[in-house]
């Protein structure tokens, strides 16, 4: 039974979860005394006015793509993985070791490798919470908490121990040799009259994340697995039934979860910072939870909520700049976010159902239905299609 | 290694594992009532800005409690709107919680005092300091030497039990309180049944709501009390940004490895808190067994132990039966 049409569970919800977010933003603005209206002037010039200010946005955007698309396929098993943060840490490791120990004759190659190694090192990362949740039913929220901090311990190991070259101070890896660095659109899109992204991090990594959103989408509604996938996180207990085995199922979700988490670090670590630093991360891997949120789940939802968020992170590196909010105040955004297309998703939800149910006048107001979540496991995403 | 390393390391375990106990066992109140609380560790900020705060800007750490205590509460109302009322994912309300509190903190502490997102250093007064409890000695009038000629079990009784913030003791009041409160009153044998078949106590004619939020609260309250510990008891000097630095989860980490029972868990925080302060001493290790033990290992010890523990190596750790699962009154 549809409470609502389709385009208000698409777009009106998600839509006023957004402004909710944004309002109480603005409140907090106000509140240390600075003009909200202001503040998103110079966000939107800072963020989208130019093309400096893309370069940055769609470098940050390519870092969400990637870990809401891993977030996003885990929640279509009902797995939340909340471990993209650990997962593309060391993700970053595979880069860094590939990039560092491997001769790479051209950048095409390096590239191919190093998506090879990001890919599998996230996935690695990803196998034991995965395992632990399917065999022995550990709670996957926990494991990969625990696992995001384990990882941050390991890297900060490597980072000041083995990988750090005799005589830095700094704990990062070498940087890595010219062959492996990657175009950036300052490269792909500059002519000698009219230099353009100049000095920007955004790099030839972007399309490889819109190439990854065309085939999360494919293996999602397209193939055998992502049917069983999503059979899977609607009903545990039918899709056993329709021989649909769970350890399998919750293994190669996650597999493919912590790979997606890992290939981030071909943008930020072998993309931008040509070596792995410290915290490489930078919480991209929880915003990843709001990108999915948000998205809805669906590789398209997520590139455009992945470019919202990139422009809140620019916008918000401008603010920093010109007034006195810290930088800090995207992190509350993203705090709202969470929370309203979320965890509240349920208070703009059953309002407007009711709405739509009065206009309708076909079914009584019914009471809204119940939202039974097993623990360790989030909503299904919404599908318009079944239900 | 001498008595004098011994007695610092004890003393210094004794500090830091006081925060983890009180959010452990904040919790535990939260999780045995089914409500998962990812939370902990926003909370804990939240109360740590604002006890400091308020103590730096009224000059009375009392008065700065009670705002962290209300900041806090505040957070746990909003985890209970969305997890209780609306029925909302816990998981994403906890994370989103902690989100909220470490932007929130630096964006307010640096509008308030511009310091860079901490507040200012807080003097006597302003913060709690060690107490003496009665015959034992207060080993800051004494110099190390003098120290070291003291006996050994007066020595320990000074330094390791006495001379610690009002926290530190009333933390260790809340273990056998709460488990009086859990096992032996009506109020704990309704909480651990919401948390486990919260129709039945529908169908007995409790509300579920009201219990829930009421665990909820408390969970506030002790977050409260452990940011408070973090933030302006002694040695502590006011509030940096980011201070609670992962012990919210280290909590939650220990929460498990003790099966949600409160005197498994105070076993537990003194464990994780031992770790924690040997990750400060890691020259210990070599003087003692000729070993670099890496930092980074030891500050892994507590999740890489939570895993094994998970994993059903060591005794299974079951949760609470209802624990995440919204309740839902009629179909």
């Known amino acids: 039974m549809d409470k609502m049409p389709r385009w208000a569970d698409i777009l009106l919800v998600p839509l006023i979860s957004l402004i909710l977010a944004a309002a109480i933003s603005a409140l907090v603005i106000l509140a240390i005394g600075e003009n909200p209206w202001n503040a998103l002037k110079i966000m939107v010039t800072g963020a989208l006015g130019s093309t ?11 870092n969400f793509i990637f870990t809401g698309l891993a ?24 880069v860094a070791l590939v990039a560092l120990y491997l001769p790479w004759p051209h950048w095409t190659l390096a590239l191919l490798g190093a998506t090879a190694a990001a890919a599998l090192f996230g996935a690695a990362w990803a196998a034991i919470p995965a395992f632990l949740q399917a065999k022995r039913g550990s709670h996957i929220v926990i494991t990969t908490i625990m696992f995001n901090f384990i990882a941050a311990a390991l890297l900060n190991y490597l980072l000041v121990g083995p990988l750090k070259p005799s005589g830095t101070m700094e704990t990062a890896t070498a940087p890595f040799p010219p062959s492996t660095h990657l175009p950036s659109f300052q490269d792909m899109f ?58 399998k199922i919750i293994m190669v979700t996650m597999l493919i979860s912590g790979g997606l988490a890992g290939l ?9 910072a040509e070596r792995l630093i410290l915290n490489a991360v930078e919480g991209a891997g929880f915003i990843g939870i709001a990108v999915a949120l948000m998205g809805r789940s669906h590789p398209l939802g997520v590139f455009l909520a992945a470019i919202l968020f990139g422009f809140l992170y620019q916008g918000g590196a401008e603010l920093s700049l010109w007034t006195s909010i810290p930088r800090e105040m995207v992190v509350v955004i993203q705090a709202l976010v969470i929370m309203f297309t979320g965890a509240l998703d349920n208070m703009v939800r059953m309002p407007l159902e009711r709405l739509f149910a009065r206009r309708t006048r076909s079914t009584p107001l019914a009471p809204p239905g119940p939202t039974l979540h097993p623990p360790g496991r989030m909503a299904p995403p919404s599908t318009p299609a079944a239900e | 290694m001498d008595w004098t390393t011994v007695i610092l390391l004890l003393d210094s375990t004794i500090r830091t594992a006081t925060p983890l106990l009180l959010a452990c066992l904040a919790g535990l109140f939260s999780e045995r009532a089914g409500i998962f609380d990812i939370g902990l560790e926003g909370k804990m900020l939240v109360a740590a800005f604002l006890s400091a705060a308020f103590a730096s800007v009224t000059g009375s750490v009392w008065l700065g409690l009670l705002m962290g205590v209300a900041g806090s509460l505040v957070l746990s109302a909003i985890h209970g709107l969305a997890s209780i009322t609306f029925r909302g994912n816990q998981l994403i309300s906890g994370v989103a919680i902690n989100f909220l509190a470490a932007g929130l903190t630096v964006v307010v502490a640096q509008d308030w005092f511009a310091e860079g997102g901490r507040t200012p250093q807080l003097g006597d007064g302003e913060r709690f300091s060690g107490i003496v409890l009665p015959g034992a000695l207060d080993l800051r009038t004494f110099t190390i030497a003098e120290q070291r000629d003291l006996p050994l079990l007066q020595r320990f009784y000074s330094d390791v039990i006495s001379g610690h913030s009002i926290l530190v003791y009333l933390a260790a009041l809340v273990v056998p309180l709460t488990w009086w409160v859990l096992y032996r009153t009506r109020f704990g044998l309704r909480l651990r049944a919401v948390g486990e078949n919260p129709a039945a106590v529908d169908t007995a004619g409790i509300s579920v709501t009201r219990l829930r939020f009421a665990a909820v609260g408390i969970a506030g309250v002790l977050c409260a009390l452990a940011g408070a510990q973090l933030a302006v008891a002694e040695p502590a000097a006011g509030f940096t940004r980011d ?17 949600w029972r409160p005197y498994p868990a105070l076993g537990a925080c003194l464990l994780f808190g031992f770790f924690q302060a040997l990750e400060a001493r890691p020259d210990l290790f070599v003087t003692l067994f000729n070993l670099r033990v890496p930092s980074a290992l030891l500050s892994a010890l507590p999740y890489i132990l939570t895993v094994i523990i998970l994993a059903g190596f060591v005794g299974r750790a079951i949760p609470p039966r209802a624990g995440g699962e919204p309740y839902v009154k009629e179909r």
């Open chain 1, 264 to 272: 981030m670090a071909i943008n930020n670590t072998m993309g931008e």
């Open chain 1, 71 to 94: 977030v996003a396929l885990a929640n279509h098993a009902r797995l939340f993985n909340i471990g993209a943060e650990g997962q593309a840490a060391i993700g970053g490791l595979g």
């Open chain 1, 190 to 247: 500059s002519t000698a009259d009219t230099p353009l992204f100049r000095g920007t991090p955004a790099n030839v990594t972007f399309f490889v994340a819109v190439l990854l959103c065309v085939l999360v989408w494919l293996l999602i509604w397209k193939t055998r697995l992502g049917y069983e996938i999503r059979a899977f996180g609607f009903s545990e207990g039918a899709a056993r039934y329709a021989g649909i085995g769970a350890t």
């Open chain 1, 52 to 62: 400096y200010a893309w370069g940055y946005t769609l470098y940050y955007a390519t």
């Open chain 2, 243 to 259: 201070m609670t630095a992962g012990r919210g989860y280290i909590a939650l980490a220990a929460l498990i490895f003790a099966k």
